[in-house]
C-alpha cells in the first residue's frame, strides 16, 4: 500500500518568513494530493489540492509543487502570519482505484511567531 | 446546513464497555469515513462507507464496527473497549462523482480507562 512521509515534523518561523512542509510518497500510481490544514481543537480543512498532471498549482499565499519522478510533494505558504499556525497533513491517493483512499501523512506543527 | 456532525464530543469509558459514535451529514454525500488521530500518527482510517448499506475496512479495522443502513448516518461501534482505542475519533464524507474534498466532524474524544 501506499506510504506517506512528512517533514518536518514541527516548523517555527517568524511571522512574514515563507515556510515549506515536504511529503515523499511510495505509490508511483498516486495521482491526487491534497492537503488539509487543523487549527487546534478543530476539524481537518482542505486547503489545497494538487492532481499529477500539473507540476505547480497556487492559492494567494499558498502553492503546492508536484515531482512525480521523484515522488515528492510540497506545501509552500509565503508570508505567513500567526492564524497560519496549525497542523498541516498531506495525503497521497490513486483516484483510478475504485475508491478514494487517502493516506495521509503524521502532520507538521506550524508555529508562527509574532 | 450543519454539514457534518459527530456525538458525542466528548466520552469516558471504562475499559471493556461498549459505544457508539454517531457521524451524521446533510449533504447528501455519498461515501463516508470513520478515522482516528493520535499525536504525531496524523489521520488513520478505520473503516469507510461507499454508498448507502456498504462498508469496508481501512487501515486500523481491529476493535471496531461500522453501519451505515441510511445514507446520511455512520456508526462506529467498540464492542469492548480498551486503553488503546483512546483517541480522537473523526468521522468524514464527500460527494463523490469527481469531487475528491473531504468534509470533517468536529470529532469525538474518547478515552478508555
Known amino acids: 500500500g501506499e506510504n506517506v512521509e512528512q517533514h518536518p515534523s514541527t516548523l517555527s518561523v517568524q511571522e512574514g518568513d515563507s515556510a515549506v512542509i515536504k511529503c515523499t510518497y511510495s505509490?508511483?500510481?498516486?495521482?491526487?494530493f491534497p492537503w488539509y490544514k487543523q487549527e487546534l481543537g478543530k476539524r481537518p480543512q482542505l486547503i489545497i489540492d494538487?492532481?499529477?498532471?500539473?507540476g505547480e498549482k497556487k492559492d494567494q499565499r499558498i502553492a503546492v509543487t508536484l515531482n512525480k519522478t521523484a515522488k515528492h510533494f510540497s506545501l509552500h505558504i509565503t508570508e505567513t502570519q500567526p492564524e497560519d499556525s496549525a497542523v498541516y497533513f498531506c495525503?497521497?491517493?490513486?483516484?483510478?482505484?475504485?475508491?478514494?483512499?487517502?493516506?495521509f501523512g503524521r502532520g507538521t506543527s506550524l508555529i508562527v511567531h509574532p | 446546513n450543519a454539514g457534518v456532525t459527530q456525538t458525542p464530543k466528548f466520552r469516558v469509558l471504562k475499559t471493556g464497555q461498549s459505544m457508539t459514535l454517531l457521524c451524521a451529514q446533510d449533504?447528501?454525500?455519498?461515501?463516508m469515513y470513520w478515522y482516528r488521530q493520535d499525536p504525531g500518527m496524523g489521520l488513520r482510517l478505520i473503516h469507510y462507507?461507499?454508498?448507502?448499506?456498504?462498508?469496508a475496512k481501512g487501515e486500523v479495522p481491529d476493535g471496531y464496527n461500522v453501519s451505515r443502513l441510511k445514507k446520511q448516518n455512520f456508526l462506529l461501534g467498540l464492542e469492548s473497549a480498551a486503553p488503546s482505542q483512546t483517541s480522537v475519533y473523526f468521522c468524514?464524507?464527500?460527494?463523490?462523482?469527481?469531487?475528491?474534498?473531504?468534509?470533517f466532524g468536529p470529532g469525538t474524544r474518547l478515552t478508555v480507562t
Open positions: 494538487i492532481r499529477s498532471n500539473v
Open positions: 505509490d508511483s500510481a498516486s495521482n491526487y
Open positions: 495525503a497521497a491517493s490513486n483516484l483510478s482505484g475504485g475508491s478514494y483512499i487517502p493516506t
Open positions: 462507507s461507499v454508498g448507502e448499506g456498504t462498508t
Open positions: 449533504m447528501n454525500h455519498e461515501y
Open positions: 468524514a464524507s464527500r460527494p463523490g462523482g469527481g469531487s475528491y474534498e473531504q468534509y
